[in-house]
């Protein structure tokens, strides 16, 4: 079954490389984006998000994260443009944060990070015929990741933060029906573009990676309830508290990163 990793001492991204050699390949991700060495290249048009037809289906705790998945049956909840040429369909989205206090995003912006980092994770299912295909295809993923810092209440996350009781327990699954992501959008959708990878295990080079410039704001009394999750299951003993789960930046390797307007 799935090789065991985590974020511990043991089994921390430190470790990965041992069961994914991948992890010291050539494109991974994150990295720490730097605006001033970042090109700005006209050619990158704006990026469209057509989540108005979105199906959410449920919400559940995988052991490393939450995460919300979809129904991505047919191209109702797409992301195109940008670097992009073809739609991306909405497949899930998930979230990595630090521990109280301490930031956790994966992505770092000139050597600063923020509190936590939102990715909504799209497949090309014009070039492949399911997901696990294209998470394996250079070009077959499209992240879009959304950067989180504390301040006020975040008007619409307690959707979200008020379902989180339900799947405390690692493998915990409730239903999560009616959610549309684009609430959790910032004003601007201006960017920046990269190739990369996973940043968990399996570690697949297969994403094109678009970082919103502008982060969200969200509550430290909204963040707090992240971190009641746990990474443990509800048999085992140890209750472990699901917190900074985030890989550091990992390097560049000659990458360029483009920047839109
Ligand atoms: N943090 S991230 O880069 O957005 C990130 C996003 C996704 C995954 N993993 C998956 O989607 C798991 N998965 C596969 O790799 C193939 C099928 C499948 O379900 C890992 C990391
Ligand atoms: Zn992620």
Same mark, same amino acid.
Not at 21 to 26: C, F, K, L, T, Y
Not at 178 to 186: D, E, H, I, V
Not at 229 to 237: I, P, R, T, V
């Given at each position: 079954t799935g090789k065991h990793w985590g974020y511990?001492?043991?089994?921390?991204p430190s470790i990965w490389h041992k069961n994914f050699?991948?992890?010291?390949?050539?494109r991974q991700s994150p990295i720490d984006i730097v605006p001033l060495q970042a090109s700005h290249d006209s050619s990158l048009g704006p990026i469209v998000l057509n989540y108005d037809h979105c199906t959410s289906l449920n919400i559940y705790n995988n052991g490393h994260s939450v995460v919300v998945e979809f129904d991505?049956?047919?191209?109702?909840s797409v992301i195109q443009g940008g670097p992009l040429d073809n739609p991306y369909r909405l497949k899930q989205f998930h979230f990595h944060w630090g521990g109280k206090g301490c930031h956790g995003s994966e992505h770092t912006v000139a050597g600063n990070s923020y509190a936590s980092e939102l990715h909504l994770v799209h497949w090309d299912a014009i070039k492949y015929r399911s997901f696990g295909e294209a998470a394996t295809a250079s070009d077959g993923l499209a992240v879009l990741g959304i950067f989180l810092e504390t301040g006020d209440d975040h008007r619409w996350l307690h959707t979200i933060t008020d379902a989180l009781y339900m799947v405390k327990y690692k493998a915990s699954v409730t239903d999560f029906k009616?959610?549309?992501?684009?609430? /959790? #959008?910032?004003s601007s959708l201006h960017y920046w573009t990269y190739p990369g990878s996973?940043?968990?295990?399996?570690?697949?080079?297969?994403v094109i990676w678009i970082v919103l410039k502008e982060p969200i704001t969200v509550s430290e009394k909204q963040l707090g309830k992240f971190r009641m /999750? #746990?990474?443990?299951?509800?048999?085992?003993?140890q209750r472990i508290r699901?917190?900074?789960n985030f890989r550091p930046p990992q390097p560049l390797k000659g990458r360029k990163v483009r920047s839109s307007n």
């Open positions: 511990g001492k043991e089994d921390g050699p991948v992890a010291q390949g050539s991505d049956t047919d191209d109702r009616g959610f549309n992501p684009k609430c /959790l #959008l910032p996973l940043t968990t295990p399996p570690l697949h080079e297969s /999750l #746990l990474f443990s299951g509800e048999e085992e003993d699901m917190e900074n």
